[in-house]
């Protein structure tokens, strides 16, 4: 029997809940809807389910401003709402994990209500406090990171907005508290938790100022304006100095140790996924987190067979390090960043649209074949692409408003030209509802009722569950074959990863191996159909298990790949 556990085996699906489904056409998606749609969920062959924030929230940050950690949205729905979406989850054979916010509470949180109500009540050194302001450090979202409460006439710390107030976690009593919601949500039986933002716990105990020239709002307008290779150095340079006395501070390895031994107070296998790439947080495999993301996956430009070679390299050789168990976790998109489909789009880049949905069905055989868990982001099985909201005032996410305002306020920025960059920074674009039918407003919610978030119109293009459901070439048809595909051959998941013709910048070819089965991938990235020898392997034949251009039988190992083409081998 296989050693390995149920989270290195799944592959992840994220619910961003405000945009996923409507049960109650309100506009605003819901626990009622998440449950009615779990049959998708299982149709398409994922094996796990990551919510982002559920809990009661004044939505300054979508939910990641948390007022009650132990309760549902009520726009969500309530505890008992959760608890029949838990426990059918777990019927339809899907495990469920929540999304547990460490660094900050919402202002509104009773916890900071009372921090903030005077300096000597009990929770009074539960957040950041001091008497003025000890450095010019930013918040990453909106100006200074220290904001003045009245009440006690002294500032807080906050790393993300204002309405976010960072906890003290060297207080062991906030431990204790928040190990307690971790447990609430434990004992009713949630499969684990993705971390948000971990290297935000702590910050420099010196408080050393930062050396960037520029605020907060001067530095992302110098991002948007920067035009020459000198200038975009800058920019980066400026980014990592900004903020380098507040990331990835000591301290966070023994929280995480904590942690984890609270979910091993449990059964289950239960599993922790910390939003961060740096490998280390992975302890010695068991006693920290069990995965980080490979975030520099994600944030490549392009994603071309290089890169993703020197990725692979980079990313097993650092887990080596941590331990022969440790795990690697691939992604190519969440609710934070430009959607896949139009990232690594050719469209985009002048190329032929027609390409895109080739490149598309590349990308998701790159998350899928590599060694590690996957995590896919609502929406990408089809293909939904980033809609700039036209109109500032539907904007929601809160870091492009207050971008917005100081465009036009004090950096002058005519207000058109603020509105278009304010959309394409936000993260609304990648957030829009779901796109379930061909039918006004997508099929997310009734006609008549406005949603959250305006629906991209180009439902009406074929981008919908339903029309992709009933076209056996939709790019929904092939998340479900793939994702069977991978189900079905052991090696792709448990298997190590071996490069094979590694020179080549058209195909990326690897092997992926236990000691009963040899899987051979092959994805070609270009628009050219490619030859490959592949004698050097010394195995004598291969059995296609996938070709997306229905290549069946070859001259194996001489191979002619077709044009996009994703072509899967058992070797023997
Ligand atoms: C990371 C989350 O993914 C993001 O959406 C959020 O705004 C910040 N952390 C703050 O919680």
């Known amino acids: 029997m296989s050693h390995f556990k149920w989270w290195q085996k799944a592959v992840f699906y994220q619910i961003y809940p405000r945009s996923f489904a409507d049960g109650n056409g309100d506009g605003i998606g819901d626990i009622k809807g998440m449950t009615e749609k779990l049959g998708y969920l299982k149709d398409l062959g994922v094996d796990a389910l990551w919510l982002s924030p559920h809990f009661p929230s004044p939505m300054f940050d979508c939910g990641y401003d948390i007022s009650n950690y132990e309760d549902v949205a009520p726009e969500y729905g309530t505890l008992d709402d959760f608890r029949i979406f838990l426990d059918s989850a777990h019927a339809h054979g899907m495990h469920v994990i929540l999304d547990l916010v460490l660094n900050h509470t919402s202002d509104e949180h ?69 190990w307690n919601a971790a447990r609430f949500w434990l004992e009713m039986g949630v499969d684990g938790f993705r971390l948000d933002a971990i290297g935000t716990i702590f910050e420099d105990p010196k408080l050393t100022p930062h050396t960037v020239p520029m605020d907060l709002a001067g530095l992302r307008h110098f991002s948007d304006i920067a035009k020459t290779p000198e200038e975009r150095a800058l920019v980066e340079q400026y980014w990592m100095d900004m903020f380098k006395y507040q990331l990835g501070q000591p301290g966070i390895h023994e929280l995480m140790k904590e942690l984890r031994s609270v979910l091993d107070e449990y059964d289950g296998d239960r599993m922790l996924v910390g939003e961060d790439d740096d490998v280390t947080y992975q302890g010695n495999g068991e006693d920290e987190l069990s995965l980080v993301f490979n975030f520099p996956l994600m944030r490549t430009d392009q994603l071309s067979p290089e890169c993703v070679r020197k990725n692979q390299q980079e990313r097993i050789a650092a887990l080596a390090k941590v331990s ?93 030209q603020a509105a278009l960059r304010a959309a394409a920074m936000s993260r609304d674009k990648n957030r829009t509802p779901l796109q379930w039918r061909n039918a006004p407003n997508g099929g997310f919610c009734p006609a008549e009722v406005t949603p959250w978030l305006p629906v991209n119109p180009n439902y009406a293009e074929g981008i919908n569950v339903q029309d992709q459901e009933m076209d056996p070439t939709s790019l929904l048809t092939f998340y479900r074959r793939l994702l069977r595909v991978r189900k079905a051959t052991p090696a792709l998941v448990e298997g190590d990863y071996r490069p094979v013709h590694e020179t080549s910048q058209e195909v990326l070819a690897f092997l992926r191996s236990t000691s009963d089965q040899k899987v051979l991938v092959t994805l070609n990235f270009s628009e050219n159909q490619i030859s490959l020898d592949f004698s050097d392997l010394g195995v004598k034949s291969a059995r296609v298990i996938y070709s997306s251009t229905a290549q069946v039988t070859t001259d194996y190992p001489q191979l002619i790949l077709n044009p996009f083409e994703i072509w899967i081998a058992k070797l023997s």
């Open 324 to 416: 022969p168990e440790a795990w690697a976790c691939n992604t190519l998109g969440n609710h934070d960043c430009a959607r896949v489909f139009s990232r690594y789009s050719a469209s985009r880049s002048g190329g032929d649209a027609f390409q895109d949905t080739k490149l598309a069905r590349l990308n998701l055989a790159v998350v899928l074949t590599l060694r590690g868990t996957p995590f896919l982001y609502n929406g990408e099985e089809i293909g939904m692409t980033d809609y700039l909201i036209p109109d500032q005032a539907r904007l929601r996410d809160t870091m492009a408003t207050w971008y917005y305002e100081r465009l036009v306020n004090e950096l002058k920025v005519e207000p058109s």
């Open 110 to 178: 009773r916890w900071f209500l009372e921090s903030k109500s005077s300096r000597d009540n009990p929770k009074a050194d539960w957040y950041v406090w001091v008497d003025t302001p000890p450095n010019n450090w930013q918040s990453c979202f909106d100006g200074p990171a220290w904001t003045f409460a009245p009440e006690r006439g002294q500032y807080y710390y906050h790393y993300f907005m204002k309405q976010q107030p960072d906890l003290n976690w060297h207080n062991p009593e906030v431990r204790k508290a928040m």
